[in-house]
């Protein structure tokens, strides 16, 4: 089991060069990965410092060596995914290998989408993201790309250079693993960073039967990541641990603890106590 934690661009010292010094304290405090949520306004809190996510993790894997990179998730259908193609093998020269890609099909709450006439309906969504990642990791091949679909049009487009890691960054799908669309799409990529039911509503842990569900949906996958967790740490760390020892022994293989924005110096405890371990 590998841990991550996120701790969003967004709120006091959520601004990229706070957020370098975090992921060094994160890197020394012994945490595997740090994920970042992917908003143009933070879960609708207008007003709310909000820092790009691409450009802060620039700053992250500069001040770091070891720790994994990523999205949690990046919202495909708001980006163009040739920019997106780009800005991914960029970042994973960059950190030299250490780029993760979460993605998803976004949140129709977020005023990046509702502010600028994207596309809310679910369906469409859906469309836009799974063409998106059909174009991005297509171009991380080196190879020209042509692509007529329905909402992108691509002709003999050429992007270099390829990613570091091979056969291509990891890509890992999002969303509630309740959706089919969801859980069809997680078992054609590298992993998945799913939940169960709505965020909006009260949380629900995925438990080890749904990590068997999970691993029985996407087949026998040598390699394939299943990211869980998504939430700040239990108050009880001895129950914690038996969940998440639970968890890994059914097939995952990241827990991933999330700390709220706000207070700078509770993020900064959060970082550095480090993983709560299992086991």
Known sequence: MRYGISISPAGPGGDPAAMAELAAEAEQAGWDGIFLEDYLVYQGHVGMACYDPWVTMAAMAVATKRVRLGTSVTPVPR???WKLASEAVTLDHLSRGRLILGVGSGDINDPGFTATGEATAPA???QVLDEGLDILTRLWTGEPVTFQGRHFQVNELTLAPTPVQQPRIPVWIGGDWQVNGVR????RWDGCCVYKGSPDADWQDMTAADVRDIRAAV??????????GGRQRAADWDREREHI???AQ???TWWSEWVEPGD???TIDAVRRGPLRAG
Do not use: E, K
């Open 79 to 81: 980006r163009r995914p």
């Open 124 to 126: 469409i969504r859906a």
């Open 184 to 187: 069809s799409r997680a078992g």
């Open 219 to 228: 087949g026998d996958r040598p390699g394939y990541d299943i990211a869980l």
């Open 245 to 247: 020892g639970a968890i």
């Open 250 to 252: 059914a097939g995952a």
């Open 264 to 266: 700078r110096q509770r």
